[in-house]
């Protein structure tokens, strides 16, 4: 039987047109029927175009199905593919305008820190409610989820649907690995490499050619350019040791070092906000992508099977073993971060499924990171699934960035000015404001 894709959140127009094209990239996945849910009906009517445009590039004739009705949508799924973004980019700016007028600096607000929690709380009912579809109509099936805040939401999902196999998935090793293979001059294709932690704050424990460690060549590499010293991560690669795995923007939101000293910003060049402006290119994208397909009946594609998706699937339908960077909920996977929330592991695919290999202990000043990173993942969570809105405020305090940028007063004050601009896309018993607790 062919294999069943969903992509749930298909109107993320551009991400689709990406996996789409490497999924039609494996011809020996034979023919599959794909399944697209939105429920914004000119996006799914976009998403559909693409879906057609970019298959008659590919060559590919797959069966292809729209629907504003996820439940029908879900009929049948082997692959549910989560790219969803609850409250889009409206949302996305009050996360960032709000927490700027406390003088609380985010440069993409989508993981922890203060943007990461309310978009966590705004995705758990969406999400949840996912999952509870998929529970009743296709237990078996796969979920792929991309939509961040991405430790939080796989954290969130072991609580409320225990028994659904997912997998979280980020390109951001990957871009990791070939950024440092091309500043060092060395082919990626060539190259090993063993990597753990958290989804945007994992380590390059390892990076070998023929069993040499390419690290020597990127410290000889970053000798010689001040420019390099001049990026987040390549400071905290100096200071710790081992180089971490996502932008130095990103980076820079997840300890307490960096975006609070004006003097801090300015050396490692951070730009401020920046998600905002990603944010309106991509509703600039999707209608450049929306006229072209006026005139057009087919689209290009790059293909090249970068996301990991493709590669779960084509792994799984085909048997062929691949080793990818996932995320999954800690179970003994590492041994110095707590069990029960959500690390990024090599993992193992073939036919049989995703099985995430045990990493050990992480370096301990590696590991002291993650366990701070981990305090408002695991406190947002908590706060949905116990309906307790003390413990939002208890994530944003215990948050790095904000802790160190704003005092306690402000940050509850800050929370209550989220929650009453976010309105009902959080879940009903966190709405409730605390500033009368304290008085």
């Not at 039609?24 to 794909?34: A, K, N, Q, Y």
């Not at 010293?229 to 307490?256: A, K, Q």
Request: charged content about 20%; hydrophobic content about 40%.
């Amino acid at each position: 039987m062919k294999p069943t894709i969903v992509i749930i959140g298909a109107g993320s127009v551009e991400f689709t047109r990406e996996l789409l094209g490497d999924i039609f990239s494996f011809s020996d996945l034979g023919p599959v029927r794909i399944v697209l849910h939105d429920i914004d009906t000119e996006r799914l009517e976009t998403a559909e175009a693409i879906a057609r445009a970019t298959a008659r590039t590919a060559g590919a004739q797959p069966e292809l199905v729209s629907s504003t009705d996820r439940r029908r949508a879900l009929e049948g799924a082997d692959y549910v593919i989560n790219v969803i973004q609850v409250g889009m980019h409206e949302a996305t700016v009050r996360d960032f305008d709000i927490p700027a007028s406390y003088g609380l600096n985010q440069t993409i607000g989508d993981t922890i820190g203060i943007g990461g929690i309310f978009r966590g709380l705004r995705t758990f009912p969406v999400l949840a409610a996912i999952a509870r579809d998929m529970e009743q109509i296709c237990p078996d099936a796969w979920l792929l989820n991309y939509t961040n805040p991405m430790a939080m939401n796989v954290t969130f999902l072991r609580h409320v649907a225990p028994r659904l196999k997912v997998l979280g998935l980020c390109h951001s090793v990957y871009w990791t690995m070939v950024g440092l293979c091309e500043l060092i001059d060395v082919p990626f294709d060539e190259v090993s490499y063993w990597s753990a932690g958290v989804n945007h704050q994992a380590w390059v424990l390892r990076w070998e050619r023929d069993g040499q460690n390419l690290y020597p060549l990127l410290d000889q590499r970053i000798s010689a350019d001040p420019e390099l010293r001049r990026r987040v991560r390549v400071d905290m690669y100096r200071r710790l040791g081992y180089y971490p795995t996502e932008t130095s923007e990103h980076s820079s939101e997840y300890v307490p070092w960096y975006l609070r000293h004006p003097d801090e910003v300015s050396r490692l060049r951070l730009d401020v906000g920046e998600y905002v402006s990603i944010s309106a290119a991509n509703l600039a994208e999707y209608a450049r992508v929306r006229a072209e397909l006026a005139g057009t009946e087919s689209l290009g594609i790059d293909t090249g099977s970068t996301e990991y998706a493709p590669q779960v699937i084509h792994s799984l339908e085909t048997g062929t073993v691949r080793v990818i960077a996932a995320n999954v909920v800690n179970d003994g996977l590492i041994t110095n971060l707590p069990d029960g929330v959500a690390v990024e592991v090599p993992t193992v695919l073939d036919t049989l499924g995703a099985h995430p290999m045990k990493v050990g202990d992480l370096p301990p000043q590696c590991a002291a990171l993650n366990r701070s990173f981990l305090g408002p993942v695991d406190l947002a969570v908590r706060a949905a699934v116990d309906g307790d809105p003390r413990l939002v405020r208890a994530a944003a305090m215990v948050d790095p960035n904000t802790a160190a940028s704003l005092t306690v007063d402000q940050i509850w004050d800050l929370c209550d000015e989220l929650t009453a601009a976010h309105g009902d896309l959080l879940p009903e018993a966190l709405r409730t404001p605390m500033k009368e607790y304290l008085s």
